[in-house]
Nanobody
Framework: QVQLVESGGGLVQAGGSLRLSCAAS????????TGWFRQAPGKEREFVAR????????NYADSAKGRFTISRDNAKNTVYLQMNSLKPEDTAVYSC????????????????WGQGTQVTVSS
């Protein structure tokens, strides 16, 4: 069992930055692929970024490339999402999730989810 808690969301103006954190319980966190997803009101959940257990492999949605950076600190059981040059269309609830195997852009691959943190970008 893994419990995930996101933090770092908030209200920011367009062009601003936020860093989200995903803190995990459990000693095996470093063995999980970890992903960030987001869901805006009235829209389906969408993939943002994922990182391999060692941090050596990272993938991003096209909407995140060049602006967002995913990273992890396994000693702190934490995964981060640095978001720069934020746009109003980035407004959503951002959630982290972990996958025992693979960890693709498909949310069905992920076993455990956090509750999410709200990110609001004003124009």
């Amino acid at each position: 069992q893994v419990q995930l808690v996101e933090s770092g969301g908030g209200l920011v103006q367009a062009g601003g930055s936020l860093r989200l954190s995903c803190a995990a319980s459990g000693r095996t966190f470093s063995s999980y692929h970890t992903g960030w997803f987001r869901q805006a009101p009235g829209k389906e959940r969408e993939f943002v970024a994922r990182i391999s257990p060692s941090g050596g492999s990272r993938n991003y949605a096209d909407s995140a490339k060049g602006r967002f950076t995913i990273s992890r600190d396994n000693a702190k059981n934490t995964v981060y999402l640095q978001m720069n040059s934020l746009k109003p269309e980035d407004t959503a609830v951002y959630s982290c999730a972990v996958a025992s195997y693979g960890g693709s852009s498909d949310p069905n691959d992920y076993n455990y989810w956090g509750q999410g943190t709200q990110v609001t970008v004003s124009s």
